[in-house]
C-alpha cells in the first residue's frame, strides 16, 4: 500500500536534506509547505489568489486553507504512489484533516521523526555560514573553511549568517517548534505510526536508518 510519511524534525534536524535523498534515489516526491506557499504566490489560480490576499494582510493561512493546498498539490500524478510530507502537518488538527486525505487517497500513514538533541541543533543553526556566491554552506564548528569567514571556493566572497540564525532567535525556534510539535507526536505515537531516527550521525547512515524504516 502507498503511504504518506510525515518527516518530522527540529530546524536543522536534516529533515529537508533526507526528504531530497528520498526524492532522488527512491524516486518518492518530497511534498514541502514552505515550497507550496512560495508557489502560490506567481500562481494566477482562484486557491492561488486566495493565498496571495492572505499573505498581503499579514494574516495566518489557517488550518483549512493549508490543508486545501496540499490537498490540491498531492492529487498531481507524481504523488500517486507513496510520497514524503516536509512541514505539513505541524498540528494535531492538521493531522486530523490528513487522516482525512489519507483515506481519500488510499494511503497509510507513516510518522518519523529525526530526533537531534537541542544543544546540537544550537550548533548547527548559529554555526551555519553560506557563501553568497556559490550557496556553499559551512558550519564554523563541524565544517569549517579553510580560512576563517571566506568561502574555499570563492576566496573574494565574505561568508554570510541568516538574521535568524543567532542563538537568541534560534532558542526562540526551538521552543516553539517544540510546544507545536509534542502533540503531533503524541497524536502518532498513540496510534504506534511513529518511529524515531538518530539524527546525528552522518547524513549517509541516516539516510540508510530512513530507508529501511519505510
Known amino acids: 500500500m502507498s503511504k504518506i510519511v510525515v518527516l518530522i524534525g527540529a530546524p536543522g534536524a536534516g529533515k529537508g536534506t533526507q526528504a531530497r535523498l528520498l ?23 482562484p486557491l492561488a489568489r486566495e493565498v496571495q490576499e492572505i499573505m498581503a494582510s499579514g494574516k495566518l493561512i489557517s488550518d ?14 507524481d504523488t500517486a504512489g507513496t510520497y514524503v510530507l516536509d512541514g505539513y502537518p505541524r498540528t494535531a488538527v492538521q493531522a486530523e484533516q490528513l487522516e482525512e486525505l489519507a483515506k481519500e487517497q488510499g494511503k497509510e500513514i507513516q510518522a518519523i521523526e529525526i530526533d537531534v538533541p537541542k544543544d546540537e541543533l ?9 557563501c553568497p ?4 554552506i559551512y558550519n564554523v564548528y563541524s565544517k569549517p573553511p579553510k580560512t576563517e569567514g571566506v568561502c574555499d571556493l570563492h ?18 525556534r526551538l521552543e516553539t517548534y517544540d510546544e507545536l510539535t509534542k502533540p503531533l507526536l503524541a497524536y502518532y505515537q498513540s496510534s504506534g505510526r511513529l518511529k524515531k531516527v538518530d539524527g546525528t550521525g552522518e547524513v549517509e547512515d541516516i539516510y540508510s536508518t530512513l530507508e529501511a524504516g519505510l
Open 122 to 130: 544550537m550548533k548547527r543553526l548559529t554555526g551555519r555560514r553560506t
Open 64 to 77: 483549512d486553507v493549508t490543508f486545501r493546498i496540499v490537498r490540491e498539490r498531492t492529487s498531481k500524478p
Open 133 to 136: 556566491v556559490c550557496g556553499e
Open 155 to 172: 576566496p573574494d566572497a565574505q561568508l554570510t549568517q541568516r538574521a535568524d540564525d543567532n542563538e537568541e532567535k534560534v532558542r526562540v
Open 23 to 45: 526524492d532522488e534515489r527512491l524516486g518518492i516526491p518530497q511534498i514541502s509547505t514552505g515550497d507550496m506557499f512560495r508557489e502560490m504566490k506567481t500562481q494566477d489560480t
